[in-house]
C-alpha cells in the first residue's frame, strides 16, 4: 500500500501546487470593492477550495480514516502505460501535422499507426480497414462538412 | 469533318463566347473563383450573424460562387478577426465585424490585431442601444429617469449586454450628460437583459435595438431614448435620439464588411460592388426594415471616414469610464 | 386553441412530417458522432433551411435538435464515448451493460426513455406556454448562482468514487473555467500572456477530450481490444421496452421533472440534467431503496433510462423560453432564434399572436419530433448494435479521429483541437487517479454560470450578501447543500477506520 499512498500524497502535493500557482498568477487584481468582486477573487475562491480538500483528504489519509485504493493508482509499469503513451504520441503528432499534410493522408496514416498499436492483424486487414475508414471520414469532413482540406 | 458538324461547332463557338462575353459584368475578372467566407467572430444567432446572413441571403443572384459564413469564437473577438486579418488577401476571406472593431483596443492592451488590418469594403446596417424600463416605473423620457437618478445617486441598475461594449457606453453618455451616476450590470447579451428588465431585476436596460422591440409593442417595457436616430418600422412611436434630447454624444452601432488590408485594388471594387448591389437590393432593404435595424450603405473611402468619426467618439466616452 | 389544431395539421401534413423524420434522423447521426454537437449541425444547415418555408424549415432544425439528444446515447452505450456532452451519463451504466451482451437492451431502453421524457415534458409544458416564460425570468442572478453550485455539489458527492477527491475536481474544473477574457471587468486573467487563451478553454473540445479521447487512452491499455467483442443480444422487443420502462415510472416521472425543470434555467441545461439524474439513480440503489439484483458500474438499467429521459426532456423547458422571450436556454436554441429572425420572425410575447402558424408549428414539431426520432431511432438500432461486431479497436481508432477533427470544427482553430487532446491526457489521468471526471466537466461547464451569476448579483445588490438567503430559490439551494455536506460529514463519524472518503 506504502506506493499507493506515496502516489495520492504526490497528487495531492500537485494539486496544492496548482492552487499556489493560481494565487499567484492573480495577484494583481484589486480587492473587494462595494459590490464589485475583483476578477482574482473567483479563481482563487475556486483554488482555494481545491487546497483546502487536498489538505483534508491529506489529513484523512494520515489519520487512518481514508486509505487509497488498490483501483486508484497510475500503475507505471511497462505493459499498461505503452499502448497509451504510443497512442498519445500518434495523436500528438496528428494534431501537429494537420493542416500542413492533406486530411486523407494524414488520415490513413495516424489509422494504420493507431490500428497497428491496437494490435489488429493480418497486416492486409489492418491496411484494408484503415483505408476503408479514411474514406468514409474523409468524405464525411471534407465533402459533406467541408471542414477539413 | 463534316459541314454540319462544322457548323454546329461554330454554333457552339459562338455562343459560348456571346455568354462569357455577356456575362462578364463589372466584376475584375474571374471574380470570384471560388466561394466567398466571410468570418463572423461571434457565435451564430447573435446580431452580426443575422445581419450578415440576411445580407447575402440573396447572393445568388448577384455572384455565382456562394458565400459561406464562417463562425470563429473566442477570445472576445479576437480569435475570428484574427484568422480573417492573416487570411489570403484574394478577396475571397473576409470579415464581418460591428463596433466592436473599435471598442475592442480601447479595453484591451495588446491586442495581436486590430482595425489597421483590414481596408473596410463597406458599412451595411446601423442599429443603436435604446434605454427601455418598466411601465410601473412611470418613466416617460430619459429625463424622468435622470431626475429619479438624480434623487438616489448608484442605486438605479441599468443592464447592458456586455461591458466595455457601444451600449455600456451609451449608458455612460447618459451619465456624463445628466451628471448622474447608476449602477451598471453587464448581461452576457441583449436577451438575458431584457429578461432581467422583464423580471424586474433591473430598473432599466440599454441593449442595441431591436432587442426588446416585441416587449415594447406588447406594452411589457417603455422606450425612454436611443443612442443614435434609428428607423424602427415596426416601433409605434417617435423615436428621440441622444442628439434630440441635448445630449451631445452619439453611439451608434454599425456593421460592417472588412477585407484584409492587402487585398489589391482591383478586386477590393469588384468586392465594394457585389456588397453594394446586395445592400442596395430591396430584398435586403426589407429584411432590415422588419428586423428591425437601418440598412445603410458606405463604401470604402466613405466607410473609413465614418468608421474614423465613431472610433474617436467611442474613445471619448471610453475615458469617461475609468 | 384553433391555432394549435391546425398546426397539428400543419405539421402532419406528409412533406412537412417527412422533413421532420430526416431532421431526426440526421440529428441521430449527429448525436451519434462524438465530434459534431447540435448547433454546429443547426448553424451549417441554415442556409439550407432558407430556401424553404419557415415552418417547414424549423421542421429539419426541430427534427435536429432532438435527434442529437437520442444519438448520443448510442455511443455511450457502445463505445464509452458520448456523441453529445449530455449523454455523458448514460454511458456509466449504458457501457457496462453493452460489456455483458446487453446493448439492444440498453439502446432500447435509451431511446424509449428519451420518447418519454421528451413527450412527458412537452405535454405538461404545452399548457403553460405563457406562464413558463414570466417564470422563467423571474429567476434571479442569485438564484443561477445556487442553482449552478447545487448541480455541482451534488454531482461531486454523488457520482465519482471519493467525495472530497470529487470536490477537488469540480474545483478545478472552476479553477479553468474562469481562464480567458472576464465578462464582468474585461481583463483577461490566468492567460499567461497568450492570446489564444483570451477565449478561456474551449468548452466542446475539452468535453471531447475528457470523455471520448480519454476513454480510448484508458481502453489501450486493455490487451483483448483486437479480439472479438462479446456477442450481444439483439433480440428485444418493443413490449418488452415498454414493460422495463413502465417499472421504471417513477423514476422517470423524477428524471423529466429534472430535465423540464433544469431545461427553463438558461445555462445549465441538459449536460447537467443527465447527470443529476443519474445521481439520482445512484442515491436509490446506495440507500437501498432501489432493488437491483447489480451495483452501480455493473451495468443498472435505471442508470440509462434516467440520464436519456432527463436530457430530452430538457428540449421542452428551453424551447419555450425561446419561443415566448426570445430568451434562448441552450447553443442550439440560440441557433433556431437566430435563424427565426432570419425569417423575419421576431420570437417574443407577440410571437404566438402575429405568427401563430409558425410559433404553434414549431410547438408542435418539438412534440412530435420525439415520435420521429423514436421511429428513426429504432430503425437504426439494429445496424448500430452490428457496428459492435466489429473490432473495438478499429471503433476506437475512429473514435479517435472524429474526437480529434470534431475538436477542431467547433471553432476552426488548431488550438481547439490540442485542448482535445491535453484533456484527454488530463482524463487519462484521472481516471487511473480515481478523480470524478464528470464533476470537472461540470464545473468547467457551470463556471462562468455560477461566476457571472454570483458577481452580478452581487454588483445588483451592492455587496448585500443577504440576497443569497432572501430570494427563495437561493435559500433552498444553499439548505439542499448543506445537507449534502452534512450528509458526508454524518457518514465520516459513523465510520472511523476504512472510510470511503
Redesign the interface.
Known amino acids: 500500500m506504502k506506493a499507493g499512498l506515496r502516489q495520492e500524497f504526490s497528487v495531492l502535493l500537485i494539486i496544492l501546487a496548482v492552487a499556489s500557482l493560481v494565487f499567484w498568477e492573480t495577484r494583481h487584481y484589486g480587492e473587494f470593492t462595494g459590490g464589485q468582486i475583483s476578477p482574482g477573487s473567483f479563481p482563487r475562491l475556486a483554488a482555494g477550495m481545491m487546497g483546502v480538500f487536498a489538505v483534508l483528504r491529506a489529513s484523512l489519509l494520515i489519520a487512518g480514516m481514508a486509505r487509497p485504493r488498490v483501483e486508484e493508482r497510475l500503475p507505471f509499469s511497462r505493459d499498461v502505460l505503452a499502448r497509451p503513451v504510443a497512442v498519445a504520441a500518434a495523436m500528438s503528432a496528428f494534431v501537429f501535422l494537420f493542416g500542413t499534410i492533406p486530411f486523407f493522408l494524414l488520415t490513413l496514416l495516424f489509422l494504420i499507426v493507431v490500428f497497428f498499436i491496437f494490435g489488429v492483424r493480418p497486416l492486409t486487414r489492418l491496411f484494408l480497414r484503415a483505408g476503408l475508414v479514411t474514406a468514409v471520414l474523409y468524405v464525411l469532413f471534407s465533402q459533406i462538412l467541408h471542414i477539413a482540406a | 469533318m463534316s459541314i454540319r458538324k462544322t457548323a454546329i461547332n461554330g454554333l457552339v463557338a459562338t455562343m459560348l463566347t456571346s455568354f462569357a462575353v455577356a456575362s462578364a459584368p463589372a466584376l475584375a475578372q474571374d471574380f470570384p473563383s471560388e466561394p466567398i467566407r466571410i468570418i463572423n467572430a461571434f457565435?451564430?444567432?447573435?446580431a452580426t450573424?443575422?445581419a450578415i446572413?440576411?445580407l447575402t441571403?440573396n447572393s445568388d443572384s448577384v455572384i455565382n460562387q456562394p458565400i459561406?459564413?464562417?463562425?470563429?469564437?473566442?477570445?472576445?473577438g479576437?480569435?475570428g478577426i484574427?484568422?480573417a486579418a492573416q487570411a489570403k488577401p484574394d478577396g475571397h476571406t473576409l470579415l464581418v465585424a460591428d463596433t466592436v472593431m473599435t471598442t475592442l483596443p480601447l479595453?484591451?492592451e495588446?491586442?495581436?490585431v486590430g482595425m489597421s488590418d483590414f481596408k473596410p469594403v463597406g458599412v451595411f446596417n446601423l442599429r443603436g442601444a435604446w434605454l427601455l424600463t418598466r411601465p410601473s416605473k412611470g418613466w416617460t423620457s430619459v429625463a424622468d429617469f435622470a431626475e429619479a437618478a438624480k434623487a438616489a445617486p448608484?442605486a438605479l441598475?441599468v443592464g447592458v449586454p456586455?461591458?466595455?461594449s457601444p451600449q455600456h457606453l451609451a449608458v455612460i453618455a447618459i451619465e456624463d450628460a445628466y451628471g448622474i451616476d447608476v449602477?451598471i450590470?453587464?448581461?452576457?447579451g441583449g436577451?438575458?437583459t431584457?429578461?432581467?428588465l422583464?423580471?424586474?431585476?433591473?430598473d432599466a436596460a440599454m441593449p442595441g435595438a431591436?432587442?426588446g422591440?416585441?416587449?415594447v409593442?406588447?406594452g411589457?417595457a417603455v422606450f425612454l431614448v436611443a443612442s443614435t436616430d434609428i428607423e424602427l418600422d415596426k416601433f409605434d412611436g417617435e423615436i428621440t435620439s441622444f442628439t434630440d434630447v441635448g445630449i451631445k454624444h452619439d453611439v451608434g452601432i454599425w456593421t460592417a464588411i472588412w477585407a484584409p488590408k492587402d487585398t489589391p485594388d482591383d478586386i477590393m471594387q469588384s468586392l465594394v460592388s457585389i456588397f453594394g448591389t446586395m445592400a442596395e437590393s430591396t430584398a435586403w432593404n426589407e429584411?432590415a426594415r422588419?428586423?428591425?435595424v437601418t440598412p445603410i450603405w458606405k463604401p470604402a473611402d466613405e466607410a473609413s471616414t465614418y468608421i474614423g468619426t465613431s472610433a474617436d467618439s467611442m474613445e471619448k466616452l471610453a475615458k469617461l469610464v475609468k | 386553441m384553433e391555432h394549435l389544431l391546425s398546426a397539428f395539421g400543419n405539421v402532419l401534413y406528409p412533406t412537412n412530417l417527412a422533413l421532420l423524420f430526416a431532421g431526426s434522423t440526421l440529428g441521430l447521426l449527429v448525436g451519434v458522432l462524438p465530434g459534431l454537437s447540435s448547433p454546429m449541425a443547426l448553424a451549417i444547415l441554415i442556409p439550407v433551411a432558407f430556401g424553404m418555408e419557415p415552418v417547414s424549415a424549423f421542421m429539419i432544425l426541430i427534427g435536429i435538435y432532438v435527434g442529437t439528444k437520442t444519438g448520443g446515447a448510442f455511443s455511450a452505450i457502445m463505445m464509452r464515448t458520448p456523441g453529445t456532452p449530455a449523454a455523458a451519463a448514460t454511458a456509466m451504466e449504458g457501457y457496462p451493460m453493452a460489456q455483458r451482451g446487453e446493448a439492444g437492451r440498453a439502446l432500447s431502453l435509451a431511446i424509449g426513455a428519451s420518447f418519454v421524457g421528451g413527450t412527458l415534458s412537452w405535454l405538461v409544458a404545452i399548457p403553460l406556454v405563457g406562464v413558463i416564460g414570466l417564470y422563467a425570468v423571474r429567476i434571479s442572478s442569485a438564484d443561477l448562482a445556487m442553482i449552478g453550485i447545487l448541480a455541482l455539489a451534488a454531482v461531486s458527492s454523488l457520482s465519482g468514487q471519493d467525495f472530497l477527491k470529487g470536490l477537488m475536481a469540480a474545483a478545478l474544473g472552476l479553477v479553468l473555467s474562469t481562464i480567458g477574457l472576464d465578462e464582468l471587468s474585461g481583463t483577461p486573467r490566468l492567460t499567461m500572456g497568450s492570446y489564444h487563451l483570451l477565449g478561456g478553454i474551449p468548452f466542446l473540445p475539452a468535453i471531447i477530450g475528457l470523455f471520448a479521447v480519454a476513454t480510448v487512452l484508458v481502453d489501450a491499455s486493455d490487451g483483448s481490444i483486437a479480439k472479438p467483442p462479446k456477442v450481444q443480444n439483439t433480440g428485444y422487443t418493443v413490449l418488452q421496452v415498454a414493460k422495463e420502462l413502465w417499472v421504471m415510472r417513477k423514476i422517470l416521472a423524477v428524471a423529466t421533472t429534472i430535465g423540464s425543470l433544469l431545461g427553463v434555467v438558461p445555462g445549465v441545461g441538459s449536460d447537467t440534467a443527465g447527470w443529476l439524474s443519474f445521481a439520482y439513480v445512484k442515491k436509490l440503489i446506495a440507500s437501498g431503496r432501489l432493488k437491483s439484483d447489480r451495483k452501480i458500474g455493473e451495468g443498472v438499467p435505471h442508470g440509462v433510462a434516467a440520464p436519456e429521459a432527463a436530457n430530452n426532456a430538457v428540449t421542452g423547458g428551453a424551447t419555450i423560453p425561446m419561443l415566448t422571450l426570445g430568451i434562448p436556454g441552450d447553443g442550439s436554441t440560440a441557433i433556431m432564434l437566430g435563424a427565426l429572425m432570419l425569417f423575419g420572425l421576431q420570437p417574443g410575447p407577440l410571437f404566438f399572436r402575429e405568427s401563430p402558424d409558425v410559433a404553434y408549428g414549431i410547438l408542435v414539431a418539438l412534440g412530435i419530433a420525439n415520435f420521429t426520432t423514436l421511429l428513426a431511432a429504432l430503425m437504426f438500432t439494429r445496424p448500430f448494435v452490428s457496428i459492435l461486431k466489429v473490432d473495438r479497436a478499429i471503433l476506437l481508432g475512429s473514435v479517435l479521429v472524429l474526437a480529434l477533427v470534431g475538436g477542431y470544427a467547433s471553432s476552426n482553430t488548431g488550438y481547439a483541437m490540442l485542448i482535445a487532446l491535453l484533456f484527454g491526457f488530463l482524463g487519462f489521468f484521472m481516471h487511473h487517479l480515481g478523480y470524478s471526471i464528470p464533476a470537472l466537466a461540470l464545473g468547467l461547464i457551470l463556471g462562468p454560470v455560477i461566476e457571472s451569476n454570483f458577481r452580478r448579483a452581487l454588483l445588483i445588490t451592492r455587496g448585500d450578501f443577504w440576497v443569497f438567503l432572501t430570494s427563495p430559490i437561493s435559500l433552498v439551494c444553499i439548505i439542499l447543500i448543506l445537507a449534502i455536506g452534512g450528509k458526508f460529514c454524518v457518514d465520516l463519524l459513523k465510520k472511523r477506520k476504512f472510510q470511503r472518503l
Open positions: 457565435k451564430p444567432g447573435g450573424d443575422t446572413r440576411g441571403k459561406v459564413i464562417e463562425s470563429v469564437t473566442g477570445g472576445g479576437v480569435n484574427l484568422k479595453f484591451q495588446n491586442l495581436p448608484g441598475t456586455s461591458l466595455s449602477n450590470v453587464p448581461y452576457g436577451a438575458p431584457m429578461g432581467a422583464l423580471g424586474d431585476q433591473i431591436p432587442a422591440l416585441d416587449s409593442s406588447a411589457d429584411f422588419g428586423y428591425g
